[in-house]
């Protein structure tokens, strides 16, 4: 069997497969993010608990494809690591590790909703703005492993010439109108709350804006708006012909 780890900031989502991809096994354990000796723990007990000739690591966090150091916020026992190597040589079999986002796309070009397809860009509007790019089955990595990251980097300009300026939101990466801003879960609560001044969790405004308040569609309208620009460039400069949408956040309708 195949063991494959998604491996988050909260949790570590262990699965076993056989050659037919259907889930024979699985577990989930809280992610010890700052101790490496119980992340490998984590691990090991698997590797253990079913017999397999090789783990397969989604991670959150970007992955370096020439020297496999990872770099994540999220999980210290792991940044700065070349973890495929480190936990090979600890576990004693091979090890793959690649960036969840890629991961998905991976999987959604190979088994899901963009089979078929030769060019496919996958996206993740979630905690934050994801994505990845599969050109014929594999995942096309650049330098530091940014390769697909869309959601940093100036989207967001203000408008004087509207109405009322679009607002430009402080990112967590130290600029200041990242697509992250905006395009996440938190950021159509900002942009809801800009239009408005109310605040309301994501997944309220979009099963309001499905119900039909009126308030509630015109927040998801202007997300729409905000994000479908650098979508459309992003799918122009790649050629991708398909946009599998990820993330776990209940997408508005249109
Ligand atoms: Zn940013």
Same mark, same amino acid.
């Given at each position: 069997?195949?063991? %494959?780890?998604?491996?988050?900031?909260? =949790?570590?989502?262990? @699965? $076993?497969?056989?050659?037919?991809?259907?889930?024979?096994?699985?577990?989930?354990?809280?992610?010890?993010?700052?101790?490496? @000796?119980?992340?490998?723990?984590?691990? $090991?007990?698997?590797?253990?608990?079913?017999?397999?000739?090789? *783990?397969?690591?989604?991670? &959150?966090?970007?992955?370096?494809?020439?020297?496999?150091?990872?770099?994540?916020?999220?999980?210290?026992?792991?940044?700065?690591?070349?973890? &495929?190597?480190?936990?090979?040589?600890?576990?004693?079999?091979?090890?793959?590790?690649?960036?969840? #986002?890629? #991961? =998905?796309?991976?999987?959604? #070009?190979?088994? +899901?909703? @963009?089979?078929?397809?030769?060019?496919? =860009?996958?996206?993740?509007?979630?905690?934050?703005?994801? +994505?990845?790019?599969?050109?014929?089955?594999?995942?096309?990595? @650049?330098?530091?492993?940014?390769?697909?990251?869309?959601?940093?980097?100036?989207?967001?300009? $203000?408008?004087?010439?509207?109405?009322?300026?679009?607002?430009?939101?402080? %990112?967590?990466?130290?600029?200041?109108?990242?697509?992250?801003?905006? +395009?996440? $879960?938190?950021?159509?609560?900002?942009?809801?709350? =800009?239009?408005?001044?109310?605040? &309301?969790?994501?997944?309220?405004?979009?099963?309001?804006?499905?119900?039909?308040?009126?308030? #509630?569609?015109?927040?998801?309208?202007?997300?729409?708006?905000?994000?479908?620009?650098?979508?459309?460039? *992003?799918?122009?400069?790649?050629?991708?012909?398909?946009?599998?949408?990820?993330?776990?956040?209940?997408?508005?309708?249109?």
């Amino acid at each position: 069997m195949r063991l %494959c780890a998604d491996v988050g900031g909260s =949790f570590i989502d262990i @699965a $076993a497969f056989g050659s037919d991809a259907q889930i024979r096994w699985r577990r989930k354990t809280p992610t010890p993010v700052g101790d490496w @000796a119980s992340f490998v723990a984590v691990l $090991a007990d698997a590797v253990q608990a079913v017999p397999t000739t090789m *783990l397969s690591i989604a991670t &959150a966090g970007l992955v370096d494809p020439v020297d496999g150091i990872v770099t994540s916020a999220n999980i210290p026992c792991i940044d700065g690591r070349p973890l &495929a190597r480190h936990l090979r040589d600890t576990l004693m079999l091979p090890v793959r590790v690649v960036n969840d #986002a890629d #991961a =998905f796309v991976l999987a959604e #070009a190979t088994l +899901g909703a @963009a089979q078929g397809h030769d060019r496919v =860009f996958g996206i993740i509007l979630g905690t934050g703005v994801g +994505g990845g790019l599969v050109e014929r089955g594999r995942i096309v990595s @650049a330098a530091g492993g940014i390769g697909g990251e869309w959601g940093h980097g100036q989207a967001v300009h $203000a408008s004087p010439a509207g109405p009322s300026a679009n607002p430009v939101f402080a %990112c967590g990466c130290g600029r200041r109108g990242c697509l992250d801003t905006i +395009g996440s $879960a938190r950021g159509i609560e900002r942009l809801h709350a =800009f239009l408005h001044g109310d605040a &309301a969790d994501s997944i309220a405004i979009t099963r309001a804006a499905d119900a039909g308040d009126a308030r #509630a569609r015109a927040t998801v309208d202007y997300y729409c708006d905000l994000v479908g620009g650098p979508l459309a460039m *992003l799918l122009h400069a790649t050629s991708a012909t398909i946009v599998p949408v990820g993330g776990g956040w209940p997408m508005p309708a249109g």
